[in-house]
C-alpha cells in the first residue's frame, strides 16, 4: 500500500521526502550537540588563553613574549616542525608507496611498525632517542665520538623527534589514496610513451598532492607542540636547544601564568596563521585538480 502510495506520488515529493529521512536527529539538533561540544573542548578553553593573557599590560606582554630566550625556542620550534614535517612528507610518501605497491616478508610487521609512535608514550620515545644518539649511545658514539655531529642535546635531536612522532600523519593520509588509485592510468600513460617521471609528475603527483599535504599539515602541527618526545633528547640549553613549551612549563613552575599564557597566545596565532596558509593552499590544490577534499 505505501509502496503504491509512493510511487503515485510526483517525482519532486519524493525526493522531498527521502531527502529528509535520516537516522541521525534533525539539522538542527546535530548542530547544537556540534557547537556545545567544540566550544566545550576547543573555543572556551583557547579563549582562556587570550583572557588570561589580557591581565598584562601591552609592554609586560610584549617583554614576556619577545625575549631573545623566548624569540629562539620560536625560532627553534617553528623551524624544527616545518623541516621535520617537510622531512616526513618525503619520506612518509616513499613509506606508503612501498608498503601499497610491494609485498615483501615482514610486511604487516613493518605496517604496524608505522602507528608505533602513535600508541608510544612520547616520554619513552624521547629516552629511547636519547640512549642511541648520546654521546655513548648505540650510534651516538660513532656520530658524535668519531665525526664529531652532535645529536643529542642539540637542535638536530629535537628534529630527530619532531620527525619521529610525525611520519605516521604523512604514511595514513597518503596510503589510503594511493590504494585507491588505479593502475592503469599509470599503464596508459607508459603506453602512450611517457617516462617514469612523466607518469610520476603528471598522473600520480596530481592525485596524491592534496593527501600529501594534509600529511604535512597534521605533521607540522603535531610537532610545534610536541614536548614530551623532545624534552629529554634537546637537553633544554637556553639560547639553543630550548622549545617553546618547554618556555611555558618554565613560566608555569614559575607562577607566571600571565607569561605563560602570553606565550601560548603568540604561539597559538602562528600555529593557527601557518594552518590557514597551508589548508589554503591544499584547497587551491584540490580545486586545480578536480578534487574535493
Excluded: C, H
Excluded at 618525503?90 to 608505522?114: E, H, N, Q, T
Excluded at 599564557?261 to 600555529?271: G, K, Y
Amino acid at each position: 500500500m505505501s509502496s503504491t502510495l509512493a510511487s503515485a506520488l510526483p517525482v519532486g515529493a519524493r525526493s522531498g521526502r527521502q531527502r529528509r529521512f535520516s537516522v541521525i536527529p534533525g539539522f538542527g539538533l546535530t548542530l547544537g550537540y556540534t557547537l556545545l561540544y567544540l566550544s566545550l573542548i576547543v573555543l572556551i578553553p583557547l579563549s582562556a588563553v587570550f583572557f588570561k593573557a589580557t591581565e598584562l599590560s601591552w609592554p609586560e606582554f610584549w617583554r614576556a613574549v619577545s625575549s631573545p630566550r623566548v624569540v629562539a625556542s620560536y625560532q627553534l620550534s617553528f623551524g624544527a616542525s616545518l623541516l621535520a614535517a617537510g622531512i616526513n612528507a618525503v619520506f612518509g610518501l616513499l613509506l606508503a608507496w612501498v608498503l601499497v605497491r610491494y609485498s615483501f616478508p615482514g610486511k604487516r610487521i613493518v605496517d604496524a611498525l608505522i602507528d608505533l609512535p602513535f600508541a608510544l608514550p612520547t616520554a619513552v620515545a624521547g629516552i629511547a632517542l636519547t640512549a642511541i644518539y648520546a654521546r655513548n649511545g648505540w650510534l651516538g658514539q660513532f656520530i658524535e665520538g668519531e665525526l664529531g655531529f652532535r645529536i643529542a642535546f642539540a637542535p638536530p635531536g629535537v628534529l630527530i623527534a619532531l620527525i619521529f612522532i610525525g611520519v605516521p600523519f604523512v604514511v595514513r593520509t597518503v596510503q589510503p589514496v594511493l590504494e585507491e588509485l588505479d593502475m592503469e592510468l599509470e599503464e596508459a600513460a607508459a603506453s602512450l610513451g611517457a617516462r617514469r617521471w612523466q607518469t610520476f609528475r603528471y598522473v600520480i603527483a596530481p592525485v596524491l598532492l592534496p593527501a600529501l599535504l594534509t600529511g604535512f599539515t597534521l605533521a607540522f602541527a603535531r610537532a610545534v607542540g610536541e614536548y614530551g618526545s623532545v624534552i629529554f633528547i634537546a637537553g633544554n640549553i637556553p639560547m639553543v636547544s630550548e622549545i617553546t613549551p618547554l618556555m611555558i612549563i618554565t613560566r608555569l613552575e614559575q607562577f607566571d601564568y600571565a607569561g605563560a599564557t602570553a606565550i601560548a597566545a603568540v604561539m597559538l596565532v602562528i600555529s593557527f596563521v601557518m594552518l590557514l596558509v597551508i589548508n589554503g593552499l591544499q584547497a587551491w590544490t584540490a580545486k586545480r585538480t578536480g578534487r574535493t577534499i
